[in-house]
């Protein structure tokens, strides 16, 4: 498992717990804990018993963003590190839950975006400040974010650099649930608990069919999409 002390993993039967263990830098991502992190996911999501991953941070926050330290020393060149994918982590077979337990910011909002749900603390709050700092998005931000909550609400997020409290993101679609702060991560691996009492197999479908058709005009195509999916999958099943 995992070696490196920026991340903490743990397995609470189905479910597998990554925390991002930098707390005395707000779990900054500098290059050790960018490199750790998808490593973590991809070595849960490898492990036969785990259902579901959970991504959270130890208190004070969720995750700062990218150290900027590391990104003036020219440790984080923007250069995509990790070939066959895009984003903070590696497309799993396993859903990601994040449980927000504090501030996501820029870099923190790109891991939580890049999350199948998200649980949010009471004290969770949000904001890209990629602006602010000088640089771009590079995660998918500017792609999924609109898609959450709207292309003018992401717009005034990226350009203003302001933060929203987890009742706004609430309201706005981009969490799921907020919950009191001390239950975060507990309601995050109950829910992973429920996915895991499914089967595998309607879990995988249901959620490779969800991102396929986010991705579709919404149009008779896609309808005709989703409906020759769901009758090639019950001939599969049922014959």
């Known amino acids: 498992m995992t070696d490196s002390a920026c991340v903490v993993v743990r397995h609470d039967g189905c479910v597998s717990v990554v925390t991002l263990n930098r707390p005395e830098a707000r779990n900054a991502l500098n290059s050790e804990l960018a490199e750790a992190l998808p490593r973590a996911v991809a070595e849960c999501d490898g492990r036969p018993g785990t259902r579901a991953i959970i991504i959270t941070g130890a208190d004070p926050a969720f995750c700062a963003g990218f150290d900027l330290r590391d990104v003036r020393a020219g440790k984080r060149s923007g250069a995509n590190e990790h070939p066959g994918y895009w984003g903070p982590f590696p497309r799993t077979r396993c859903p990601i839950i994040g449980a927000i337990n504090g501030a996501a910011v820029t ?49 005034q997020m990226s350009l203003t650099g302001e933060f ?37 197999g309607v879990v995988s479908e249901v959620r490779s069919l969800y991102r396929d058709m986010s991705a579709r005009v919404v149009d008779d195509g896609a309808f005709e999409a989703e409906n020759e999916r769901a009758r090639s999958w019950a001939r599969r099943r049922f014959g």
């Open 107 to 155: 870099g923190g909002l790109e891991i939580a975006v890049s999350c199948d749900m998200l649980i949010a603390s009471e004290r969770a709050r949000f904001a890209d400040t990629h602006a602010k700092v000088g640089m771009v998005p590079g995660w998918g931000l500017t792609i999924v974010l609109p898609r959450l909550i709207g292309p003018a609400r992401a717009l």
């Open 164 to 200: 929203i409290d987890a009742t706004t993101a609430l309201s706005w679609g981009l969490v799921n649930e907020v919950v009191p702060h001390g239950d975060v991560v507990q309601r995050a691996v109950a829910l992973g608990e429920s996915i895991g009492a499914l089967d595998e």
